[in-house]
T-cell receptor, first 113, second 113 residues
């Protein structure tokens, strides 16, 4: 079983819909990251969370440390939101965690006009 | 503020050759991490450098190596290339490599023929 699991793996939505992507992890973490990757490869950091909730524009990220679960929400989705969304964690493991992110498998989001 | 710069963006090499990839981090960032992304294995951690020292290493063979210079720029080297080394190689920089947000470059797409 992977240390970081995302669901769903694929998500198709109509423009304007509310979208939720889920991430569960099985290890102790110091932070959880939500990343966005467009075709062409570059990765953009959306959020880094260690507790609670963060909001940036139409994006909201929440984390529940006790339940080892995080969600990424996109309100009023738009075709330009189409991308791969990746959940990643920084392990709480001392030296073996330096600079290391452990990734989920990604969620491919397609938003149709 | 300039982002993380990776060069070259694309590279085609022949089996058995070696290759060097470069990563210039955001100014002031002292931690540089390298990742390999393939369709089958997803994103995997290669190694992390901080202040010219390798602090952490992933589970890759010794053909994969790296270094960091005093200006925090980092290079990774792959010797005796194999077909399976074809991948997108991404670097990420952060202030300290722990509990800080990671910023990714656009990646270098390596094709081994």
């Amino acid at each position: 079983k992977n240390e970081v699991e995302q669901s769903p793996q694929n998500l198709t939505a109509q423009e304007g819909e509310f979208i939720t992507i889920n991430c569960s992890y099985s290890v102790g973490i110091s932070a959880l990251h939500w990343l966005q990757q467009h075709p062409g490869g570059g990765i953009v950091s959306l959020f880094m969370l260690s507790s609670g909730k963060k909001k940036h524009g139409r994006l909201i990220a929440t984390i529940n440390i006790q339940e080892k679960h995080s969600s990424l929400h996109i309100t009023a989705s738009h075709p330009r939101d189409s991308a791969v969304y990746i959940c990643a964690v920084s392990l709480n493991a001392g030296g073996t965690s330096y600079g290391k992110l452990t990734f989920g498998q990604g969620t491919i989001l397609t938003v149709h006009p | 503020k300039a982002g993380v710069t990776q060069t070259p963006r694309y590279l085609i090499k022949t089996r058995g050759q070696q290759v060097t990839l470069s990563c210039s981090p955001i100014s002031g960032h002292r931690s540089v991490s390298w990742y390999q992304q393939t369709p089958g294995q997803g994103l995997q951690f290669l190694f992390e450098y901080f202040s010219e020292t390798q602090r952490n290493k992933g589970n890759f063979p010794g053909r994969f190596s790296g270094r960091q210079f005093s200006n925090s720029r980092s290079e990774m080297n792959v010797s005796t290339l194999e077909l399976g080394d074809s991948a997108l190689y991404l670097c990420a920089s952060s202030l300290t490599g722990t509990h800080t947000e990671a910023f990714f470059g656009q990646g270098t797409r390596l094709t081994v023929v």
